[in-house]
């Protein structure tokens, strides 16, 4: 053989080798989120067999390389969180990227909507219709992957519909006698597979895992099984097993080895690139992306696959400007009729708001039971107050009346926006994920005139049952200034909580009396201690709730503001000083001398009538969180 031929073979032998090491370079990213329920209430059905089931499919997908992420016994909102987290990261592994989501648990199907859910651990009844406000609707996770990632294949198991589901009691019929999912439209680029037929429940027998797992588990690793038949393999062997019937769905899936194909032991090197070649000829002008991944993956160790990557490169460029061309002609469209059909302007009989978002809306202040703006869809609902001046402090004839709630005449020059309720623990709850703050050193139980330490309570866990529409409770005054510095930052607004003065100024609303629906007080009208005080109408005793309600239970007050009397104690800005006397009587909190301890307004559940009181003032040491304290937030208005 010639010396320069030999030398050409040797090129070109290194330039195939060098494609070659660079396809492995960039293989495919393969992600997993794996979430096993199993730690139900008693009145839901507890399982055995998710946490094993998840180990499972864990070891299966390392083993063929997937980064995996396993969620146990997660409640809705830890669902939420790992499935959005996951379809981010699939969507930045770009085209080409694998993607596998199972789901092992309890499962049900709505059967007037035919909504199909997934039931998260902090579900604690099913006996009434509020599990579909609770659980965790399955389309959710379906539509996020194939809407925010589409450019990955996607593989879906729900490993659910478990028999062991209570749904019988008095509202079953509401419920549904069938506990099976529902069948779900195709959607391209998914694989989406039941571990049981639509209708059917699956079964939570099995020592080390679940049927269906277990045979998941095992044809997962075996190599040279295309992943369409390796899932019918699965069916087959449930059937087989336990007489259960899994269901599948896979359109316009492209062919996929998730344990790699099997190569025989005599084809060459120099066959394989032989036959890249044949085949790039036949496809290399093809606009099918999906066509082209098949062949980049199928000849992934020659160099043609570097030009069909090429290609798929090319045709998403001609894609994207002829989208971007699109979108151009249709701003500009609609930039010209807007201008054509613009409506006058309409004056504003209130004040225009900023929002944030730029826009602007028109409240007029003191309609608050019907006009009310946000922010963020996680921000708090706001009201807008109007100007004016009042007495602040207790004539001296009130019942309960206390030495250091002196007169004074407060003016307020400005409108302000104030919330309508108390910051909520769904609230405060997104500004914990947002920014990681810290709420440790348990809760503060008020026994006799002492603080009680209890370690093991927080916000999230008071010492009596809460959902995200109560008011947050055990935090403190610097919680509550965290809260409304984030708050700030988020939406370029002036949040930050109220002076004492603006607090009684809401709270009573235009009106003089002791409550501003009057000067008596009953357990419908507000949630505290139920005592037979000298407020109660006929000195009955009303019922003692010992526990905070929702934000929005019981009547808004003329200007909007829900339970500005009892539920929580809500802090404020001011240092406390134990009189009205010195007030500067503009509405801004008094914040020099000793500012050891804050003011507290509105009273809580566990107080008496009396001192739920408009002019009622209370302290407590900043440091300090109990179940019977929170916050509401205010916003400067320009």
Known sequence: MAAGRWMWLVIVAAMVLTASQAVHAQEPARLALLIGNQGYAAKVGALKNPHTDVALIEAALTKLGFKVV?????????????????????????????????????????????????IPVDVTETEDEKIWDEA????????????????ATHFVVFDACRNELNITGPAAKSLGADKGFVPIQNTAGLLIAYATAPGKTASDVGAGGGPYATALADELVKPGVEAVSMFRAVQIRVKQAINQDPWLSFPSLPPTFLAGQAQPDRITREQVANEAALAWMAIKDSTNTLALEAFRRRFSETAFADFATARVEELNRATAASKAEAERLLADLERKTAALTKPSPVACDGINVDVAGGTRKCIKPGSGKTTWFKDCPTCPEM???????????STESEPGRLDREDQVQVTFSKPLAVGRF?????????????TGHKTDGGCHALTGTEWKLQPDRSWRSAGFAQDDRHPVVCVNWDDAKAYAAWLSAKTGKTYRLMSESEREYVTRAGTPTPFWWGVSITSNQAN????AEPYKIGGTKGEYRQRTVPVDSFEANPWGLYNVHGNVWEWTEDCWNGKNAGNPGNGSARTSRDCSSRVLRGGSWSNVPQVLRAADRYYSLPVIR????????ARTLP
Do not use: C, W
């Open 136 to 151: 965790y609707q399955q389309n959710a996770v379906i539509d996020l992957l194939s809407q925010q990632a589409p450019r």
């Open 528 to 531: 505290f201690n139920g005592s």
């Open 626 to 633: 109990s179940p019977i304290l929170g916050f509401r937030m």
């Open 383 to 393: 009201v807008v107050v109007p100007t004016g001046t009042f007495t602040m402090g």
């Open 70 to 118: 396993v969620l146990k016994d997660a409640n809705h909102r830890a669902m939420d969180t790992a499935i959005k987290r996951h379809v981010r990261e699939v969507n930045r592994a770009g085209a080409g990227a694998l993607s596998f989501f199972y789901y092992s648990g309890h499962g049900v199907a709505n059967p007037e909507t035919k909504v199909n859910y997934l």
């Open 422 to 434: 108390a910051v909520t623990r769904g609230e405060f709850a997104s500004f914990v994920a947002d």
